[in-house]
């Protein structure tokens, strides 16, 4: 019994793993099929955009120059002499009111020769007070010598008188002309001579004038070459000194960049209708005059290839203060802003229209990459002219890859908007605005 319950045992353990490979068999053919496909949607790329619009815009560029006086003076000594005066505290750097005596020469030496002259003309008037005596004398004696003439030429016609006694009385008369003649003659030479120490006493008088030297105008004073006691010859310089009520800055701007701002305004202009700005940057805050267009230079500049362009800021001494706004001196390197009058235009970012294309988001939130026209460039910000419209979503960052037609995301850009609005218009950014690429922190300390 037992031999048979293991025989058993060891056939069903054979049996049952054939018999379940055989089931396995049979199912798989049942079972067999093509595995079921899976469909994987990509994401939507999120690009950052701005939605365009026209905007104010105040259309302006930037050049650079340095500061120089709208009027430089120098006193040049048109006498010679000693100095025996100048204003207190006379030295480079003093600024002194319009009429100040700033310096005196010696005119003693001018009063004697004043004096000589005076005298001289006293003497004169001697003089011709004598000649006028002899020459009515001398006219006197002509007419008795003229009467004695025509009574002989009568007594000769008669046969009275002689020829000789004719001859005689006609030398008498011719001589008595000669005297008369002489007298008028010492008189006219009287009276110029009299005119030549005239002439003399005026310019003297003149020079008398010479001997103060007082400023011109509300004067800075740049360089001294007189002191008291030193003798100035005629010729040299004395005083040299700067206006201060205006200063001038000859900027430098490079060539095709202010065409585009007189093309803004209305009915055309000239660079005098454009106004300015002088600014000087601190490392806090920036400093700023109001200032005008005088003029335009001459030539440009061979070596930079720029145009210079004069503008003139008023009495910028009155506007200084200590610690936050310096003076505008002499051979300060100033920045200066040229700018149209404001206008609309649809402007936006200029790295967002490089090479003259740019992406924007159509309406089925896909890419189109669109050719654009750029009017004109100012700092970070681009005019366009063709192109792009009012409404349109423009891409303002780059996607990692980016594909005409591809579906993106748009998210709206408000602070890179923001402070494009603000570059527009030359107005700080808003505080939180600098994540579009910086909003500008500076204070601005400006003299309008």
Do not use: C
């Not at 006609?170 to 007298?183: C, D, G, M, N, Y």
């Not at 010492?186 to 008088?205: D, F, I, K, P, W």
């Not at 008291?228 to 060539?255: C, D, H």
């Amino acid at each position: 019994m037992a031999s048979l319950k293991t025989a058993a045992l060891r056939g069903l353990a054979f049996a049952i793993p054939v018999m379940l490979g055989a089931g396995s068999i049979v199912l798989s053919d049942s079972l067999a099929g093509a595995p079921g496909s899976k469909t994987t949607t990509r994401p939507p790329t999120p690009v950052r955009v701005i939605t365009l619009a026209e905007q104010d815009l105040i259309p302006r560029v930037t050049g650079y120059g340095t500061v120089a006086p709208a009027r430089d003076w120098r006193a040049v000594a048109r006498v010679e002499g000693e100095v025996i005066e100048t204003a207190e505290a006379l030295a480079p750097g003093q600024v002194y009111p319009a009429g100040t005596l700033l310096l005196r020469l010696d005119d003693s030496d001018l009063k004697l020769d004043l004096a000589q002259i005076d005298a001289q003309l006293a003497s004169l008037d001697v003089k011709e007070a004598t000649i006028r005596a002899s020459l009515e004398i001398a006219r006197a004696d002509l007419e008795l010598a003229q009467a004695d003439l025509a009574r002989q030429e009568r007594l000769t016609q008669q046969g009275v008188a002689t020829a000789a006694s004719l001859e005689a009385t006609r030398r008498q008369e011719l001589s008595a002309r000669a005297k008369a003649v002489e007298a008028e003659n010492q008189l006219a030479l009287t009276g110029a001579e009299r005119n030549v120490l005239r002439t003399a006493r005026s310019a003297l008088e003149r020079d008398l004038g010479f001997v103060e030297i007082r400023a011109p105008y509300d004067l800075r004073i740049t360089e001294t070459n007189a002191e008291i006691g030193q003798y100035m010859a005629r010729g040299q310089t004395l005083l040299s000194g700067e206006g201060t009520e205006a200063v001038e800055i000859a900027a430098q701007f490079p060539i095709g960049r202010i065409g585009p701002l007189l093309r803004t305004i209305e009915g055309g202009g000239t660079v005098l209708d454009l106004n300015a700005r002088v600014s000087l940057p601190a490392a806090d805050h920036d400093v700023t005059w109001k200032a005008e267009v005088v003029r335009q230079g001459e030539a440009i500049d061979a070596r930079t290839q720029s145009s210079a362009i004069v503008v003139r800021a008023e009495d910028p001494l009155s506007q200084a203060a200590a610690g936050s706004r310096p003076p505008l001196r002499r051979n300060m390197f100033v920045e200066v802003t040229l700018g149209a009058p404001k206008t609309r235009a649809l402007i936006v970012p200029r790295a967002a229209v490089a090479e003259g294309s740019a992406l924007v988001v159509g309406a089925d939130n896909t890419l189109e990459k669109r050719p654009v026209s750029i009017g004109f460039t100012m700092g970070d910000l681009a005019v366009v002219t063709s192109g792009l419209a009012a409404g349109d979503k423009l891409v303002v960052t780059d996607p990692t890859i980016a594909v005409p037609g591809m579906d993106v995301k748009p998210m709206e850009d408000a602070a890179t908007l923001a402070q494009l609005v603000a570059e527009a218009t030359g107005q700080p950014a808003a505080a939180g605005a600098g994540t579009g690429g910086g909003g500008g922190g500076k204070k601005k300390d400006s003299a309008q």
